[in-house]
T-cell receptor, first 114, second 110 residues
Framework: EAGVAQSPRYKIIEKRQSVAFWCNPISGHATLYWYQQILGQGPKLLIQFQNNGVVDDSQLPKDRFSAERLKGVDSTLKIQPAKLEDSAVYLC????????????FGPGTRLTVT | KQEVTQIPAALSVPEGENLVLNCSFTDSAIYNLQWFRQDPGKGLTSLLL?????REQTSGRLNASLDKSSGRSTLYIAASQPGDSATYLC?????????FGAGTTVTVRA
C-alpha cells in the first residue's frame, strides 16, 4: 500500500514570496490533515478535511494561509505572503475517517523563509 | 485545551540499556494515545496506538502503557540499539483532534 506522498520535500523562499505544497493521501482515506511543525515542537494541526469539506481550520492563519482539497483526494496548502516565522516542516496526514482512526503521515516539506 | 508534555526533552544511553519515555496529558477524556518516531528530516512513523479502554500495547521490543485517570503514558524500549536513536512523540486524541507533545530526542551510544 502506497503511503502519503508530499512534494516538494524542501523549499527555500524569501519573505513575502508565495509557496504551495502538495499532498496525495493514502487511497480511500476520507480525512486529510495539514500540520505545521516548528523546530523543537510537536506538530500543530492547521486544517482538517473530510472528503472535500473543511471540518476544522481554527488554527489556520487565514490572512496568509489557504488550503483546498478538490475532488476529495489531493490537497494543496498555500502561503502568501510568507513570513520568517513560517519556517517549519509541513506535514500531511490521512486517515480512513474522522473517527479515532490511526493517522498516517507523509515525509513532510521543509520550508525555509529567508 | 489539551496540553501534552514529554519529559525529558533529551536522553542519551549506552547500547543495551532499557529506555523509559514519559508522556503526560491534562484532559483524560481521550479516545486513544499514539506513539510516533521521527527521524531527522523525515515524517512521523506510528509505533503503537493504545485505545482509551486499553492499559497497554506491545510490539516487539516496544511496550506502551496508558493510565488515563492520571493522564500518563510510558513507552518502554527494551535493549536499546543505536538504530533506536530518533525523536519520540506522543499524541493524544480528543474529539477529532490529535494533540502532540514536543518529543523526547533519544541517542543510543554504541
Amino acid at each position: 500500500e502506497a503511503g502519503v506522498a508530499q512534494s516538494p520535500r524542501y523549499k527555500i523562499i524569501e519573505k513575502r514570496q508565495s509557496v504551495a505544497f502538495w499532498c496525495n493521501p493514502i487511497s480511500g482515506h476520507a480525512t486529510l490533515y495539514w500540520y505545521q511543525q516548528i523546530l523543537g515542537q510537536g506538530p500543530k494541526l492547521l486544517i482538517q478535511f473530510q472528503n472535500n469539506g473543511v471540518v476544522d481550520d481554527s488554527q489556520l492563519p487565514k490572512d496568509r494561509f489557504s488550503a483546498e482539497r478538490l475532488k476529495g483526494v489531493d490537497s494543496t496548502l498555500k502561503i502568501q505572503p510568507a513570513k520568517l516565522e513560517d519556517s517549519a516542516v509541513y506535514l500531511c496526514a490521512s486517515s480512513l475517517s474522522r473517527g479515532p482512526n490511526e493517522q498516517y503521515f507523509g515525509p513532510g516539506t521543509r520550508l525555509t523563509v529567508t | 485545551k489539551q496540553e501534552v508534555t514529554q519529559i525529558p526533552a533529551a536522553l542519551s544511553v549506552p547500547e543495551g540499556e532499557n529506555l523509559v519515555l514519559n508522556c503526560s496529558f491534562t484532559d483524560s477524556a481521550i479516545y486513544n494515545l499514539q506513539w510516533f518516531r521521527q527521524d531527522p528530516g523525515k515524517g512521523l512513523t506510528s509505533l503503537l496506538l493504545i485505545q482509551s479502554s486499553q492499559r497497554e500495547q506491545t510490539s516487539g521490543r516496544l511496550n506502551a502503557s496508558l493510565d488515563k485517570s492520571s493522564g500518563r503514558s510510558t513507552l518502554y524500549i527494551a535493549a536499546s540499539q543505536p538504530g533506536d536513536s530518533a525523536t519520540y512523540l506522543c499524541a493524544v486524541r480528543n474529539d477529532y483532534k490529535l494533540s502532540f507533545g514536543a518529543g523526547t530526542t533519544v541517542t543510543v551510544r554504541a
